[in-house]
Every structure is written in structure tokens, then in C-alpha cells.
């Protein structure tokens, strides 16, 4: 049975995630705000100084980092320590916690998924803070699936607009999920489940010869013009 670790496992994608691996998998999952009492859940804050990670097995076969958050203003209003903070939370965090278990993957030949947005590569109004973090996300993913080969794959899942409590303000009334929903090809948002699909397969067998991809689950919205 695979060890698969889930940062920020208890709501949206991480918890859709969880929740299709369990049977199948040992699901270790961290939370922050949203607390989960089950036994294999853990505390984790990515942004305090030191990343208790103790819990990990030895071999770790998987790991998500689902930790993101969604800040939409145009640019003359955002400050500088606002995009430092989407940094700190979206890709430092990131990179602190591959660190801290690279060891443990190394030893699982695991596979890492890590998540940006279709904003990165289309180009929306208001959403340079977001695409500021995510970019280096997609960076990431490349660079360090060419250093990690061929031991440890890493791919990136770029989604577009998702109903999860992230996008809660987005979303916040039927006539929004409509509307938002029209804008894509396939006429709905995307759910938790859909992203969710495309991230158990990364780290599946069945993916075992995909590394260094950004793979886009958005409804249509980055390729097709409705």
C-alpha cells in the first residue's frame, strides 16, 4: 500500500483526494484552520518557521500541496508584501516541505503534484498575484522534475476556476456558478472531484512514464474558443 502525504487534506481538492484514495492508499493528510480529528491527519502550518513532519514514513510514495489561496485586485492596489506573501504560502511553502521529505520520496521513488492556475498561461484581469505565485510553481515543476529524474516524478495540475471553499467568494451565489460556468467550453466550473481525478492519476502507476508536465483540467477554457 502506498504512503501518500496530502498538504492541506481536510477541505476543497486535498479532502476530494483524500477521500478517493482511502481503501487504497495510507493517506496522510496535514490541516491548518479547518480542523480534522482523524488519527492520520496532523497540524501543519507551511508559513511558521519550523515544518514538523516527523509523522512521514520512512518511504513516501506520493505527495500533494494543496495549500493556495485566491487574491484578485488590479495591479496599482496590491503591495509588494502582498505578492511576497502569495510567495510565501504557494511555492516557498512548497519547496519547504519537498525539501523536508525528499529523503522519504527519494526513498518511495514517489511522485510529487503540485498546482498552478490557467491563469499563468492565459492572461486574466486582476490576476496578476495569483499568476505571480502559481508561474513559479510551473517552474518548479520542470526544474525539478529534470533534476529528480528518474527517481521521483513531479507534475503540475493547472486548473481553472473550482468550486471549493478557496473560490467561496467567486462562487458565493447559483447566478455566479452559472455565469462562471458559461465562460468555459463545457458550460460548469470545475468541482473538487474533477481535479482530483487528474491528481490520483499522477500519482498512480498508470502515469509512470509523465514527469515535468503542467497538464490543464479547465473545462476547455485555455485551448478552445467557444
Known amino acids: 500500500m502506498k504512503n501518500i502525504l496530502i498538504i492541506g487534506a481536510s477541505s476543497g481538492i486535498g479532502k476530494a483526494l483524500a ?7 495510507n493517506v496522510l493528510g496535514t490541516y491548518n484552520s479547518t480542523e480534522v480529528t482523524e488519527s492520520n491527519y496532523y497540524h501543519l502550518d507551511v508559513m511558521s518557521e519550523e515544518l514538523d513532519l516527523a509523522f512521514v514514513p520512512e518511504e513516501l510514495h506520493g505527495l500533494v500541496y494543496c495549500p493556495g489561496s485566491i487574491n484578485l485586485k488590479p495591479f496599482h492596489r496590491i503591495k509588494p508584501e502582498d505578492f511576497a506573501a502569495d510567495l510565501q504560502l504557494q511555492t516557498i511553502g512548497a519547496i519547504r516541505v519537498i525539501q523536508s521529505v525528499l529523503p522519504n520520496l527519494k526513498a518511495g521513488q ?3 503534484v503540485l498546482f498552478s492556475t490557467v491563469a499563468v498561461q492565459q492572461g486574466f484581469n486582476f490576476h496578476s498575484q495569483v499568476a505571480t505565485s502559481k508561474g513559479a510553481i510551473e517552474g518548479l ?23 471549493t471553499p478557496l473560490a467561496g467568494r467567486l462562487l458565493s451565489t447559483e447566478e455566479k456558478k452559472t ?12 468541482t473538487a472531484e474533477d481535479i482530483a481525478n487528474a491528481a490520483r492519476f499522477l500519482l498512480s502507476d498508470d502515469s509512470s512514464w509523465v514527469t515535468g508536465q503542467v497538464i490543464k483540467i479547465d473545462g476547455g477554457i485555455s485551448t478552445i474558443k467557444s
Open 19 to 25: 477521500d478517493k484514495l482511502a481503501g487504497s492508499s
Open 141 to 163: 515543476t520542470r526544474a525539478l522534475a529534470a533534476e529528480f529524474a528518474p527517481i521521483i516524478r513531479v507534475n503540475c495540475i493547472a486548473p481553472s476556476l473550482t468550486d
Open 179 to 190: 455565469a462562471n460556468g458559461e465562460r468555459h467550453p463545457l458550460k460548469r466550473i470545475g
Open 110 to 112: 514517489g511522485s510529487i
